[in-house]
Structure formats: C-alpha cells, structure tokens
C-alpha cells in the first residue's frame, strides 16, 4: 500500500481505517431430518440458504458451526456434511465446530465437516453407529380382535410391519442396510479425522464420550468456546456474525393460516413431534 494512502488510514477511527476480520456463525440445532409431516428437524433443504450465506459473507476469514444435535436420519447427515466440504473447497475458508450439549451419530457426521473441532469438557461426542427402532403390536391387535390384511406385490414390501411378526428375512436385510451406512460413517470419519487413536471396535462402537475423552481419542481437536477460540485465532477486534436461518414447516404454516380447527390438530402433531424429538436427546441424559 502507497505510504500516503497509509497515513490517510491511520488518521481514521479503527473501523474505518482497517477491516475487522469476520466469521459468520451457523447453528445446527435440533434432530436430524423429518421428525414429524408437521415438525420439521434439520435438514439440508432448511440449513442450505444460511450455509451460503455463510461461506458468501464479504470478509470471512472462517465460518464457524454450532453443533448441538443427538443424530437423527443418516442421509440428511450425510448431504449436510457434503454440502459444508463443497463450499470450504470453492471458497478456500477453514470451517471451525463447536459442540455445544452434544454432537452425536449424525451430529458427529456434521461436525467431521469442519477442519476443526472444539467442544465444552462436558460436551457429548461419537456415538458413531447405525440405529433402527419400532415397535410390534401383532399380539395386542389379537388380543383386541383386530385382524392384520395386507396384500403387496413383492415378499419384502412389508418388511418389519409393526402389526406382523417379526420375520428373521427381514431382520437380516435390516442388518445389511445398517451395515452398509456403517461402512460409510466410519469411512467418512476416519478420512475426516487422521489423528484417532483407539481401536475401531472401540471407536465405532456406537459409544459416545465427553468431550476431555473426545480429545484423548481424537475425535475432537481441543476444548473451548467460540468466542475464546476465534478472537485467540483472529485477534479482538474479530466480527462473530450469525447467520439467521428460516425454520417451520406445516406446524408453523397452519398456526399463521388459523383455519377453523387447523390450530388444535398442529398444536396435536406438535405435542406428538416434541415427545419423539424429546427422546432423541434423551438418550444422552439430556
């Protein structure tokens, strides 16, 4: 820079004469994927727009996520992770995780996006593993009378009907599918994250960890909180900027329409989604 035009920028007030750094944040909050028709969880359709605006932000140095999800469905996981690579390669910015409560299965999945990953000592990390669960309700509906009448054009379109027996074809093909995602998970996190330590029986165990045990094992850089890691990195005149993002699906549409009775059967399936999302995060004793 000319030294008169550098003498001009010393003259003005700090944000006038130099940029501060900025690094916008995104929070990825909540259950992976459609907890409900009504209540809709993360997702890449619901977290894309701020993802772009994210990476797009005139003066970024890094774009930093906020994590707190229990996991949820492993394609919508999958493509989230994908699309956060996609964009730190066009735009050569480093991605930094934070884990705030927990960053579990598909949480983990997202985080192995970033470059980096910090969490709280207290933080619950991992769990890297495949899950399938129902129920079976063929001896209740006896009990009660009912008879089961289901008719398909292929042996396994019913496969693990909660109203039939459980057929051990089905259980098997079940297995193979989980086994299929599995490879994939511990694939994706073993190339995201060179530093573990442990063997995978341990390690892909489906197991989850505090966060000073991610560490030990690899699957987590360092401890801390974003606004000490960022002003440490990039000084403290540093812009953290969040990003908002648009959430509500059907639930929040029929409560704006307020159509005769669309209020209480919204605010039903609500109740019904909350109790799911609720048991995901229980899991983890949160």
Same mark, same amino acid.
């Given at each position: 820079?000319?030294?008169?035009?550098?003498?001009?920028?010393?003259?003005?007030?700090?944000?006038?004469?130099?940029?501060?750094?900025?690094?916008?944040?995104?929070?990825?909050?909540? $259950?992976?994927?459609?907890?409900?028709?009504?209540?809709?969880?993360?997702?890449?359709?619901?977290?894309?727009?701020?993802?772009?605006?994210?990476? $797009?932000?005139?003066?970024?140095? $890094?774009?930093?996520? !906020?994590?707190?999800?229990?996991?949820?469905?492993?394609?919508?996981?999958?493509?989230?992770?994908?699309?956060?690579? $996609?964009?730190?390669?066009?735009?050569?910015?480093?991605?930094?995780?934070? !884990?705030?409560?927990?960053?579990?299965?598909?949480?983990?999945?997202?985080?192995?996006?970033?470059?980096?990953?910090?969490?709280?000592?207290?933080?619950?990390?991992?769990?890297?593993?495949?899950?399938?669960?129902?129920?079976?309700?063929?001896?209740?509906?006896?009990?009660?009378?009912?008879?089961?009448?289901?008719?398909?054009?292929?042996?396994?379109?019913?496969?693990?009907?909660?109203?039939?027996?459980?057929?051990?074809?089905?259980?098997?093909?079940?297995?193979?599918?989980?086994?299929?995602?599995?490879?994939?998970?511990?694939?994706? *996190?073993?190339?995201?994250?060179?530093?573990?330590?442990?063997?995978?029986?341990?390690?892909?165990? #489906?197991?989850?960890?505090?966060?000073?045990?991610?560490?030990?094992?690899?699957?987590?850089?360092?401890?801390?909180?974003?606004?000490?890691?960022?002003?440490?990195?990039?000084?403290?005149?540093?812009?953290?900027?969040?990003?908002?993002?648009?959430?509500?699906?059907?639930?929040?549409?029929?409560?704006?329409?307020?159509?005769?009775?669309?209020? #209480?059967?919204?605010?039903?399936?609500?109740?019904?989604?909350? *109790?799911?999302?609720?048991?995901?995060?229980?899991?983890?004793?949160?």
């Amino acid at each position: 820079m000319p030294a008169p035009l550098r003498a001009l920028r010393a003259l003005l007030p700090g944000r006038l004469g130099r940029k501060a750094p900025v690094v916008p944040v995104v929070r990825l909050s909540g $259950a992976i994927g459609a907890v409900s028709p009504l209540r809709q969880g993360l997702s890449l359709g619901q977290c894309a727009p701020a993802l772009e605006r994210a990476f $797009a932000m005139p003066g970024a140095v $890094a774009v930093a996520l !906020v994590i707190n999800s229990p996991g949820g469905s492993a394609a919508q996981s999958h493509l989230i992770h994908r699309r956060i690579r $996609a964009l730190a390669a066009e735009t050569a910015l480093p991605v930094l995780a934070f !884990v705030e409560d927990v960053a579990a299965s598909g949480g983990y999945m997202i985080a192995c996006a970033a470059d980096e990953i910090v969490c709280d000592p207290a933080s619950l990390v991992g769990s890297i593993g495949v899950v399938s669960s129902g129920f079976g309700f063929q001896e209740l509906i006896a009990r009660l009378g009912i008879e089961r009448r289901v008719h398909t054009t292929g042996p396994s379109k019913a496969m693990l009907d909660p109203f039939r027996p459980e057929d051990p074809a089905d259980i098997a093909r079940l297995k193979g599918i989980q086994a299929e995602i599995q490879a994939l998970f511990s694939g994706l *996190v073993r190339s995201r994250r060179p530093g573990l330590k442990g063997d995978d029986s341990e390690l892909f165990s #489906g197991a989850v960890w505090t966060g000073q045990q991610g560490v030990a094992l690899g699957l987590v850089d360092a401890l801390g909180d974003l606004r000490g890691v960022v002003r440490g990195r990039f000084g403290e005149t540093v812009e953290i900027r969040v990003v908002e993002q648009v959430r509500g699906g059907l639930l929040a549409r029929l409560l704006r329409r307020k159509e005769p009775g669309a209020v #209480g059967v919204a605010a039903m399936h609500g109740v019904l989604a909350a *109790v799911e999302e609720r048991a995901a995060w229980a899991r983890y004793g949160l």
